[in-house]
Every structure is written in C-alpha cells, then in structure tokens.
C-alpha cells in the first residue's frame, strides 16, 4: 500500500517502536523509513523487552516486537495489552501457526523477510483500522461497475502450478453462463492449442508479422488479430473464443510496444470478457499485461519458492499502481498433509487466500490424455471451484453452483 494514495497522511506520522534481537534487521528497517517513507517513524529500536518498560504506550501507534522476546515475558502478550499497547505486531521468522487465544484483533503476525511495502501496508492497515475484506469487497463491487470490459490475467511466477488449466475452465464456465470470452493464450510455449484440438496455424503470428513490418494500419492489425480467433464451442449454443499464440521465437520476440499494440487492438474488439494466460517470467511482455488487467489472479501452491517468487509479482504491481482490490489469490494443488498451510501463505504474502482448490492433478490429467474438456463433465467436485474463480470475475452463479449450501439444506445434513 502507498502512503501517498491516502490525502493528508503526508502531514501526519505514524509512531512505531521495533524491538528485535537482530541489530542488523533493526538497522535496516530504520534506514528505509528515514529515507523512503517519511510518513512511518520509527520512534525508538531495540533488543531487549526491558526497554518496553520505559516507553509511554500511548506515544506508540504500532509494536514490533519479535516473537522470541514475547516469550521471555512472564505474561507474554498479556503484559502488553495490560500496559496498554494498542497494536501489536509479532515478527516471526519461520512459518508457524499462530493461534490468538483471546481472539483480540490487536495482536498481528508478519513474516520477518516481508518486503519493505508490504511491511507499510501492514503499518497502515493497523493504524486507520480498516481491514482488507471490508476494503476488497466494496471496491471490487465499485470496479465490477466501472470496468465495462474485463480483461483478466492468470499469471504464477512457477510453472506447473495449474494456471492454464484454471484460466481454461475458469473461461469455459463463464461462457455456459452466456458470456462472451475471449481467452488468449499469450505464453511462450503454448499448448491451448491442444487442449482445444485447434489448427496450429491459426494463431497470433500473423499478428506478430505485422507488427515486426512497422508501416502497418490499426485496423489491418485488428483484422489479422480477429481472422486468428477461433470460435469452440462449449455447449449447444454456448460459445468460447479462443486466440492461440504464435511460435516460441515470435513470443519471445515480443517488446513492451508490440505487446501494447495486441492489447489494444483485443481491447476494441466485442468481448465482455478477455481472459489471457501467460508464461512465468518477468518480460516486457507480462510487464504490459500486468498494467494492462483490470483484474490479476495471481495463482501460488504450498511450495516455499513459489510464494517468495510471487511476492516480486505483487511489488510489480504495486509499482505499476494497478488496485489491490482487483489481485485475486488462488491456493491450488492443495492438500492438509503439506507442511505449509493456507494461513502460513496469507501470511508471507499479505493477502488473504480467495480460492482454495485441493489436489485433483491426478483427476484432471486423466481428462486431459484423454482430450477431454472437463467442463462436459459437470458432475466433478473440481467444476464448484472453476465457478468460484470465474465468479471473482463475474458473481453470476448461484450459491449450489459454487457448492454453498443454504441455511435449509444445512439443517437436512446428517
């Protein structure tokens, strides 16, 4: 979170006391809020709970206090808020599950490593107490309002994580509910191509041709684009449009402004919806992508290398000022017996999980050899979770499509 996106906090300064064993760790946090965030203060640092009792809690907005010194006290947390600290953070440095006894939304947890912004944004959340689901649901609904065209990004900084397979379905169940999508496989090794079983040679690189000439019309460009979208349909009358990449050495030759141009010209095309699915790297190509979403699914496993990748994603972002409130997370390939839980990856990434999607890799693949689309085979478990994430995008389904039940149906089970 930008502390320049609140009017008039410039003026205002946040207090903040940081006691931590590690001089180096302090050192660092107090550097880089004296020299990149003068709205944050760090008032007073140290190593020792012995200095917490000669600091006047009221003159502190927010503690930082790693979590091995609250062992020391007596009483632990409760000789804190005895003494009358409001906000309490705890600074962990593994993945724990931590569980807040007296449930007081005074006491917090942040991962030790967490990047500098997302510390900010933890600072500033606690300060003007406001919370990212009451945040998250007013402002989603605002932009669903505003966005007239969707245009959403799948996007993992690891692959095999499922994001093609989630960004595939996520499309086919939108396009039951009537409609119009567009999924545009922009990776650089793509395979949409065999999942629908279309042409190969109907795809982005004519496209791309045009673009690498340099002396070319918008609306040759458009055209060229809109001759290579395929139409496959779904079901009856239910239709999916499908835009395939081009070879891995036209995709990789992809600069900022050619990626521009294809954005563009999708974007003045008749679609409620464009869905695009893209390869892992950092590219200028992605780059273009990211700013260009109106919404970004950002899609993580219970992988320890995945997560700290995906946090480089979200400080793109935040660099590229697109709304936290249109950044999705999805949890996939999931399963209890992992030692990282959900609640441990909302924690190293600072937001809360909107989709949590077990392991059914076994299952889909089966589909997938077989070139099966599962969206014909409605009686999957998996289809209630591609209806929760295609409805982050559109909430068009209703509560048994997405597997909630009612209050009524709840009381019938045994």
């Given at each position: ?258 990626t521009d141009q294809i954005l563009g010209a999708l974007e003045n095309l008749d679609f409620e919806a464009i869905i695009c699915d893209t390869s892992t790297e950092l590219t200028h190509k992605n780059i273009s992508l990211l ?124």
């Open positions: 979170m930008d502390d320049q996106l609140i009017p008039g906090l410039q003026k205002k300064s946040i207090k903040v006391c940081l006691i931590e064993r590690s001089a180096k760790y302090r050192e660092d946090i107090v550097s880089y809020y004296q020299q990149h965030n003068q709205t944050i203060e760090v008032i007073y640092d140290g190593d020792s709970v012995e200095a917490l009792i000669s600091i006047d809690p009221s003159s502190i907005d927010v503690l930082l206090i790693g979590k091995d010194l609250i062992e020391e006290l007596p009483e632990g947390l409760m000789f804190l808020k005895a003494k009358g600290f409001r906000k309490i953070v705890l600074i962990v440095e593994e993945f724990i599950s931590f569980s807040n006894d007296s449930n007081d939304e005074s006491v917090h947890v942040l991962y030790k490593y967490t990047p500098y912004t997302l510390i900010t944004k933890k600072i500033l959340s606690l300060k003007f107490d406001f919370n990212e689901k009451s945040l998250d649901t007013a402002s989603r609904e605002l932009t669903h309002s505003l966005n007239k065209m969707r245009k959403i990004v799948f996007y993992s900084p690891k692959g095999g994580v499922g994001k093609t397979t989630l960004a595939v379905n996520s499309a086919l169940q939108l396009a039951l509910k009537d409609k119009k999508v567009l999924l545009a496989y922009l990776s650089i090794f793509g395979s949409i191509s065999s999942v629908f079983n279309l042409p190969r040679n109907k795809n982005l690189a004519e496209a791309i041709g045009i673009l690498e000439q340099q002396t070319y019309s918008l609306e040759t460009l458009e055209k060229a684009i809109l001759d290579s979208i395929i139409e496959v349909e779904v079901q009856h009358d239910k239709k999916l449009y499908v835009l395939a990449a081009a070879s891995y050495i036209k995709m990789g030759n992809l600069t900022l402004e050619m700013s260009w979403a109106t919404d970004v699914v950002l899609i993580t496993m219970p992988d320890v290398v995945v997560n700290w990748q995906l946090l480089s994603a979200k400080e793109l972002l935040q660099k590229l000022k697109h709304p936290y409130q249109s950044h999705y997370l999805v949890v996939n390939k999931y399963n209890p017996s992992y030692s990282i839980n959900t609640k441990e990856i909302e924690m190293v990434l600072s937001m809360k999980a909107d989709e949590v999607i077990p392991d059914f890799d076994l299952q889909i693949q089966n589909f997938v050899n077989r070139g099966a689309l599962l969206v014909h085979k409605s009686q999957l478990k998996v289809q209630r979770h591609f209806r929760r994430v295609a409805h982050l995008i559109f909430p068009i389904f209703n509560n048994k499509e997405v597997g909630k039940l009612g209050l009524l149906s709840i009381g019938r089970q045994k």
